[in-house]
């Protein structure tokens, strides 16, 4: 049971293009959403999070756009970099469980 | 910033045989410990969620039996893998909750042969 879903296992973006990852949840108790950026064999690295009582979180060239009618979270970078290339994760979580469930990852790639 | 230390990153052990891998909270008390498995190309999969001094929770299909999970001091959590397989073969990663939100481990990389 796939919680949480990113269904594009990959993207590829020319550098300084925006890329728009997206996640889909199924769970409507999920209030709180983060997004992760990994390389192979490391933990996760956290880029930026959003509560459900907001629809938009911006830091620096990562934005998040949440859309709680259709459970869908999407993270959009701009200008994109070719360091920006790794695997991305959504996860959820419900406030009080603290339990992080995460989707199931997308390869961006940027390429010059 | 907070850090969360696991160790070791990678390990190679016999069919059979136990590992340990050690997650610890280096500048910081982390109350909670979850534990997930990743399979090359997959998705992290929570497999239990550990408080310090109590029983952890096992998600649905870990066996708690298999994966001992040990959160004797607030910042220290141990996962391991008992009697191990191949088909334990898997990336571990540990993450760490706590009021700076969620922390993780660089992970271990555990072959069994």
């Known amino acids: 049971d796939q919680q949480v879903k990113q269904n594009s296992p990959s993207l590829s973006v020319q550098e300084g293009r925006i890329s728009i990852l997206n996640c889909d949840y199924t769970n409507s108790m999920f209030d709180y959403f983060l997004w992760y950026k990994k390389y192979p064999a490391e933990g996760p690295t956290f880029l930026i999070s959003i509560s459900s009582i907001k629809d938009k979180n911006e830091d620096g060239r990562f934005t998040v756009f949440l859309n709680k009618s259709a459970k869908h979270l999407s993270l959009h970078i701009v200008p994109s970099q070719p360091g920006d290339s790794a695997v991305y994760f959504c996860?959820?979580?419900?406030?009080?469980?603290?339990?992080?469930?995460f989707g199931t990852g997308t390869r961006l790639q940027v390429f010059p | 910033g907070a850090v969360v230390s696991q160790h070791p990153s990678w390990v190679i052990c016999k069919s059979g045989t136990s590992v340990k891998i050690e997650c610890r909270s280096l500048?910081?008390?982390?109350?909670?410990m979850f534990w997930y498995r990743q399979f090359p190309k997959q998705s992290l999969m929570l497999m239990a969620t550990s408080n310090e001094g109590s029983k952890a929770t096992y998600e649905q299909g870990v066996e708690k039996d298999k994966f001992l999970i040990n959160h004797a001091s607030l910042t220290l959590s141990t996962l391991t893998v008992t009697s191990a397989h191949p088909e334990d073969s898997s990336f571990y990663i540990c993450s760490a909750s706590s009021r700076n939100g969620y922390t993780f481990g660089s992970g271990t990389r555990l072959t069994v042969v």
């Open positions: 500048d910081f008390q982390a109350t909670t």
């Open positions: 996860a959820a979580t419900r406030r009080g469980t603290d339990k992080l469930i």
